[in-house]
């Protein structure tokens, strides 16, 4: 079980905007901040949020992120058939000193 | 170009050893603390090991603390993971992932915002 509580499974019809929350504690999203990363599976994870709501340089401002208290989300608006990917939350945990990753979202873009 | 580029995974029996390597180019490696991170199949990335840029601080998982040990050579700038007494639940890919971070009104942010593409450790007899 995941330390971070993700839905498995969101979708979205091209042009929508789709949202995937993430759940935490006290230790890890109430304390810090929380990163998303895109994984095309059989590819490495991507950082695409960081610090919240930070895009790295080549992110498109589809790509949105923010947070409030132990919960944290990620927004894609004008869903593309090439959003469809699995997507991971991620948070430094104080207790555990390390980092603890959400169990995965499933995209599909309908 | 940045790069993390993983080897020494393959086969392994239970209770076997393997030493995982990650050697870095395209950045200042000395500079950055780094991460071990795996995901079996089917399911989401785990993380394993963190070391910081001068190697004064250590974390391991609590799955695998006293089995593996992270380490690394900043001179060769590699980083490396030694697995011993490897389980079936072992078994996934293995990347290694560079952490990044910056000083904003008092507080420090840091993300792992590099990673390898990857090796696959199997442990099976």
């Known amino acids: 079980q995941s330390a971070l509580t993700q839905p498995p499974s969101a979708s979205g019809t091209p042009g929508q905007r789709a949202t995937i929350p993430c759940s935490g504690s006290s230790s890890n999203i109430g304390s810090n901040t929380v990163n998303w990363y895109q994984q095309v599976p059989g590819t490495a994870p991507k950082l695409l949020i960081y610090?919240?709501?930070q895009r790295p340089s080549g992110v498109p401002d589809r790509f949105s992120g923010s947070k409030s208290g132990t919960s944290a989300s990620l927004a894609i608006s004008g869903l593309q058939s090439e959003d469809e990917s699995d997507y991971y939350c991620?948070?430094?945990?104080?207790?555990?000193?390390?980092?603890?990753f959400g169990g995965g979202t499933k995209l599909t873009v309908l | 170009e940045v790069q993390l580029v993983e080897s020494g995974g393959g086969l392994v029996q239970p209770g076997g050893s393997l030493r995982l390597s990650c050697a870095a180019s395209?950045?200042?490696?000395?500079?950055?603390?780094m991460n071990w991170v795996r995901q079996a199949p089917g399911k989401g990335p785990e993380w394993l090991s963190y070391i910081s840029s001068s190697s004064i601080t250590i974390h391991h998982a609590d799955s695998v603390k006293g089995r593996f040990t992270i380490s690394r050579d900043n001179a060769k700038t590699s980083l490396y993971l030694q697995m011993n007494s490897l389980r079936a639940e072992d078994t996934a890919v293995y990347y290694c992932?560079?952490?990044?971070?910056?000083?904003?009104?008092?507080?420090?942010?840091?993300?792992?915002?590099?990673w390898g593409k990857g090796t696959t450790v199997t442990v099976s007899s």
């Open positions: 395209g950045f200042t490696f000395g500079s950055y603390g």
């Open positions: 991620a948070a430094w945990d104080d207790s555990l000193n390390g980092w603890v």
């Open positions: 610090s919240n709501d």
């Open positions: 992932a560079r952490e990044s971070g910056y000083d904003y009104l008092a507080s420090y942010y840091f993300y792992m915002d590099v």
